[in-house]
C-alpha cells in the first residue's frame, strides 16, 4: 500500500478500525504531523516513515498492536520532537534510535519492554516529558538521568526498578514524579529537598525506610503526596502541616506511631492546574517549547481554514494519582482529580486521640484512620465535614456514643467504626441514607439499635459461636481450678509432715495399716477364690 498526497503534511487517522501493518511506503508526502492511534495496526514502524518524512515532528502511534523494530537502527530522525508509543506490545530491550536529541516527549509506557534504562538518556537535554511506566524494566535508575536538565514529569512506575534515587534528582525541575510499585529502597532525605516545582509525589510500594524527613516542609507546591505500603516509621513530621496546597496524603501501611497531628485541619483542597503550564515551559525550555509554538503557529492558518483543531497538538499530559476511598482503589485524573481531597493514615501504629481541630477539613472527600491504635471519643466536630463520602474509624480503641450530629453529613456513603469500645445507641443512619452494612458496627458489644441485634439497657447478645467459645472457657477454668486446689491440698499435707515428727510417724503407721488390710482383702477375696476353683477344676 503507498500514498501519494505530496502536499500533505498533516494527516490524522485515530480512533478508527484501520488494522495490518503501517504502509511501508509514504511515496512523496512530507509528513509534519501524524497520528495512527486507537486502531488495530500491527507489526513493526517501518524505516521509510522517517526516511520519507524528513520533517516529521509529531509521531502517535499510541493504543494499537505494533511490535517488532521502531524504526531501524540506522535511522534517527533528527526533527521529531513528539513519540508515543504507549499500549503497545513492544518488547526487548529500549533501542537506543527513541532516545532522540529532539525529543520534547517520550511515552513508551504500558509495554513489555525489559532491560534496563540505557545511559545514553543523557542525550536528551530537551525532553520535558518521560514515561516508561508499566513495562518490565529492572536494574538502578542511572545516574545520567539527571542530565535532563529541563525535564518535569518522570513516571517509571510499575516495573521492577531496584536501588536507590539518585539524590541528583532533587536538583531537577520536577513536578510529578512517579516511581510508584517498583522495589526502590533507601531513605527519602536526598529525595525530598529542594523540589520546589514539585506537585505529585507518588513513591507506593515500595521498600523505603527510615523517617519521612523534616525537609518535606520546602515542598511547598506539592498537592498529592503518596508514600503508601513501604517501611517508613517514626512520627508523622510537624513540617508536613506547612503544606497548604496539599490535597491527597496517603501514608497508610507503614510503621508511623505518634500522636495525630492537630495542625492536619490545615489541609486545603488545591485549585492548581495539574496540566500544562505554558509560563514554565518558557523559562525552564525555553527553545524546545517556542520551537513548538513557532510550529504550531505557522501552521494555524492553514488548519484552521481546513476546519482543524490546533489544540489537538498540545501535549496531552495529566496528572493521575491511586488513591483508596469507600473500599475500593480509584484512579483519578483530569478535572476529577482537582477536586478530590483525602487522607488515608490507616495501617499503622498511631496512638491518642483524634484531634477535634480534624473536624475542620470542611472539604475533605475521604478520612481513613483505620487499624490504628486510637483512643477516645469519636470528635463532635466530625459533623462539619460536609463533603465527606468516606469515614473509616475501625479498627481502633474508641469509646463513648456515635455523636449524632453525624446525621447531617448528607454526602456520607461509607461508614465503619467496626471493632471499637463504642457504646450506646446507633444514630437513624437508616432513616438519613436508606441502609447502612451491619460489618460497618462489629466488634462493639455495646451498641445497640439498628442494624445490630443488641437491645438498648440489655447485655450483649451472644452469637452461637460466642456462646460455644463462652463453654469452652467455663470448662476450662473449672479443670484449671481443679488441679490447682488438688495440688495446693498436696503440698500442705508434704509441708505438715516435713515439720511435724509425730504426724509424720502417725501417717506411715496408717499407710503401713492400709497396706496390710489391703494385702490381706485382696488375698481372702481374689486370689483364694481363683485358686481353689482353679484346683477343683484339676482334679
Known sequence: MSLAFPKLTFLNMSKNN???????????????????????LSGGVPSDLAIGSPQLFYLR???????????????????????YLNDNNF????????????????????????????????????????DLSKNLLEGLIPVEICNLKSIYVLAISENKLSGFIPSCVSSLPLEHIHL???????????????????ITLDLGYNNFTGNIPHTIGSLNSLNYLLLRNNQLEGQIPTQICMLNDLSIVDLSFNKLYGPLLPCLSNLTQAKK???????????????????????????????????????SFLM???TQVQFSTKRNSYTYKRSILEYMSGIDLSSNRLTGEIPVELGNMSNIHALNLSQNHLIGRIPYTFSNLQEIESLDLSYNRLNGSIPVDLLELNSLAVFSVAY???????????????TFNKSSYE????????????????????????????ELEDIQCFYIGFVVSYGAILLGLAAALCFNRHWRRAWFRMIEALMFYCYYFVLDNIVTPIKSRWCRNVG
Open 420 to 434: 471499637n469500645n463504642l457504646s450506646g445507641a446507633v444514630p437513624d443512619f437508616k432513616a438519613q441514607f436508606g
Open 61 to 83: 502511534l499510541s493504543n494499537n498492536k505494533l511490535k517488532g523494530k521502531i524504526f531501524s537502527e540506522e535511522v534517527r530522525p533528527h526533527i521529531l520532537s513528539f513519540l
Open 91 to 130: 518488547e526487548g530491550p529500549l533501542p537506543s534510535n527513541i532516545f532522540l536529541r529532539s525529543l520534547i516527549v517520550l511515552d513508551a509506557s504500558r509495554n513489555n519492554f525489559t532491560g534496563e534504562i540505557p545511559r545514553w538518556i543523557m542525550d536528551n537535554t530537551r525532553l520535558l516529558q518521560l
Open 18 to 40: 484501520l488494522e495490518g501493518p503501517i504502509p511501508s511506503k509514504f511515496c512523496g508526502i512530507h509528513l509534519e504531523f501524524l497520528d495512527l492511534s486507537v486502531n488495530i
Open 273 to 311: 492546574d495539574a496540566h500544562l503550564r505554558m509560563a514554565y515551559y518558557a523559562t525552564t525550555s525555553r527553545d524546545s517549547w517556542l520551537a513548538f509554538l513557532g510550529w504550531i503557529r505557522w501552521k494555524r492558518h492553514y488548519y484552521d481554514r481546513h476546519g482543524l483543531i490546533t489544540t
Open 316 to 318: 496531552d499530559v495529566e
Open 180 to 198: 510508584e510499585k517498583n522495589q526502590l529502597g533507601g531513605e527519602l532525605g536526598h529525595v525530598l529537598f529542594n523540589l520546589s516545582f514539585l
Open 443 to 470: 466488634g462493639n458489644p455495646f451498641l445497640c439499635g439498628y442494624p445490630l441485634d443488641n437491645k438498648c439497657g440489655m447485655s450483649p447478645k451472644l452469637s452461637n459461636g460466642d456462646e460455644e467459645s463462652s
